[in-house]
């Protein structure tokens, strides 16, 4: 199984400034995916991170506001940029490796976000 | 559209069963996934079904039907700590996650 840390664990931000969050996997895995989880809803998956190429985005979430980085198998970066209080959120790193045996999905610890 | 549908809230009684249901329709299908997540924390693996039948680990098993877009999960022998939220997710042809909103189970002694 993946061991995924996420850093930080937590922020409290001011509207207008950007933050960046960290997603180290403890080995390679093929896919790699950041979700916000709002207060008391489902997680909605913000986008794929692809290595060495951009980020593969969902209908509603654009590249100047969630830019993403993903340099190599086991890292990868979600900016919050020019942040509002409506960004105010739990964004988790996740990761999937697909092989013959099947699919498992794993999720970091997530990190809280809270915008003044 | 796609689309998952599975009860907001439940609740049982501690030692006993439960079945939370999942219907699901999705542009392909390449497995269902069950999730538990305690508020405030992330959710957790619980178990992933390809092919049709039922798949048990321990006090939970997973059933799938592909023909129905139909699963269940079902918690036998229930404890106060498997008062959660229970999440279904189907992977789609690409291979994204599509999310059930999920079902809130409250254990009552």
């Known amino acids: 199984s993946a061991v995924i840390s996420q850093k930080p664990s937590r922020d409290i931000c001011q509207r207008g400034t950007s933050l960046t969050i960290q997603c180290q996997v403890d080995s390679q895995v093929t896919m790699m995916f950041w979700y916000r989880q709002q207060p008391g809803q489902s997680l909605t998956l913000i986008a794929t991170a692809n290595q060495g190429s951009e980020a593969t985005y969902e209908s509603g979430f654009v590249i100047d506001k969630f830019p993403i980085s993903r340099p190599n198998l086991t890292f990868s970066t979600l900016t919050v940029s020019n942040m509002s209080p409506e960004d105010s959120s739990i964004y988790l790193c996740?990761?999937?490796?697909?092989?013959?045996?099947?699919?498992?999905?794993?999720f970091g610890p997530g990190t809280r976000l809270t915008v003044l | 559209g796609q689309n998952i549908d599975q009860p907001t809230e439940m609740t049982a009684t501690e030692g006993a069963i439960v079945q939370i249901n999942c219907t699901y329709q999705?542009?392909?299908?390449?497995?269902l996934f069950w999730y538990q997540q305690h508020a405030g924390e992330a959710p957790t693996f619980l178990s992933y079904?390809?092919l049709d039948g039922l798949e048990e680990k321990g006090r939970f098993s997973s059933f799938l039907s592909r023909s129905k877009g139909y699963s269940y999960l079902l918690l036998k022998e229930l404890q106060m700590k498997d008062s959660a939220s229970y999440l279904c997710?189907?992977?789609?042809?690409?291979?994204?996650?599509?999310w059930g909103a999920g079902t809130k189970l409250i254990i009552k002694p």
């Open positions: 079904n390809v």
């Open positions: 997710a189907v992977t789609d042809s690409n291979y994204q996650l599509i």
């Open positions: 996740s990761t999937l490796n697909r092989d013959p045996g099947g699919n498992e999905q794993f």
């Open positions: 999705t542009s392909g299908f390449n497995g």
